[in-house]
């Protein structure tokens, strides 16, 4: 199987930037996502294709790879950006297509 | 707004079969585009992919689960099913359909609400 690798928690205070991190062997051959999930709710897709914003979603949203690990940053972190968040790509030869982070819980202090 | 809605039973016995079907509204699931899947959440835990379906009929299923599922289309109706079978209390979960496009690893952009089956006697 293939994993991709998130720290459990980010914790920040409002107006700091937050850095969540996602780490797998084949995130350079393959486009990561990003989804934020809040209590109750389905998933929300935030980014695409490594650092595509769909539409709606705001700007202080953005995403960058470097090797082995993509990052969503978040900057001027709002209370409302309070959630879990979910990275998700593919093994490098998609035997397994969709393959999620086991998530980061955002905490906004 | 494409809109998918899940829909079956909250409970189900060990050992018998989890059946679940998504209805799309407000678009079409008979469109070369699109990979419909199914995706579950453990309570209090992060989220798995159990497979997908196209229009046509093509399925892939998460090689850990494939034994078990089974999945199907109604273009008539607008609706994908999931069917697993011989299922445990580590089956009780959060079950979710999705749209996924283009590419069976891209990402999903529209979910449906979820629905909770609990596997329980």
């Known amino acids: 199987s293939y994993e991709l690798t998130q720290p459990p928690s980010v914790s920040v205070s409002p107006g700091q930037t937050a850095r969540i991190t996602c780490s797998g062997d084949?995130?350079?051959?393959?486009?990561a996502y990003w989804y934020q999930q809040k209590p109750g709710q389905a998933p929300v897709l935030m980014m695409y294709?490594?650092?595509e914003r769909p539409s709606g979603i705001p700007e202080r949203f953005s995403g960058s790879r470097s090797g082995t690990t993509v990052t969503l940053t978040i900057s001027g972190v709002r209370p409302e950006d309070e959630a879990d968040y979910y990275c998700q790509s593919a093994d490098s030869s998609a035997n397994y297509p969709v393959v999620f982070g086991g998530g980061t819980r955002l905490t906004v202090l | 707004q494409v809109q998918l809605q899940e829909s079956g039973p909250g409970l189900v016995k060990p050992s018998q079969t989890l059946s679940l079907t998504c209805t799309v509204s407000s678009g079409s699931i008979s469109s070369d585009s699109y990979y419909w899947s199914w995706i579950r959440q453990h309570p209090g835990k992060g989220l798995e992919w159990i497979g997908y379906?196209?229009?046509?009929?093509?399925?892939y299923y998460n090689p850990s689960l494939q034994s078990r599922v089974t999945m199907s289309v109604d273009t008539s109706k607008n609706q994908f099913s999931l069917r697993l079978n011989s299922v445990t209390a580590a089956d009780t979960a959060v079950y979710y359909c999705a749209r996924g496009g283009f590419t069976m690893t891209s990402s999903f952009d529209y979910w449906g609400q979820g629905t909770l089956v609990t596997v329980s006697s």
């Open positions: 379906i196209r229009y046509s009929g093509t399925t």
């Open positions: 294709k490594d650092t």
């Open positions: 084949a995130l350079p051959k393959q486009y």
